[in-house]
């Protein structure tokens, strides 16, 4: 059965940290690109960070760039999203997820995130 277990979020002041972890179980973890993604109240949900799988390259989006740090245990089969600096523009639900493809395809069924508040 294909999983993806969340942990990690939470409420933090500005300019504080947090580790995300995703647990994936069921696939083959490294055939997969999987990511983090969230989704502010009101807003569309958008990719933050994945591992391409074309060319072992981490994607961040330009809000996250040199803030958060993606990073992969292969050996336990989990994902992490580390977040310095956070900023009350990063509260948001945050979810990870994986697809076949780095650029196309379709993703797992979305669970119900993890969310993380930033505010003092």
Sequence with gaps: QLQL?????????????????????GFTFDHY???????????????????NTNDGNIYYADSVKGRFTFSRDSAK??????????KTEDTAVYYCNARRDYYF???????QGTQVTVSS
């Design 77 to 86: 089969n989990t994902v992490y999203l580390q977040m310095n600096t956070l």
């Design 33 to 51: 690109a999987i990511g983090w993604f969230r989704q502010a109240p009101g807003k569309e949900r958008k990719r933050l960070s994945c591992f």
């Design 5 to 25: 277990v969340q942990s990690g979020g939470g409420l933090v002041q500005p300019g504080g940290s947090l580790r995300l972890s995703c647990a994936a179980s």
């Design 105 to 111: 395809g379709v993703y797992f069924p979305w669970g």
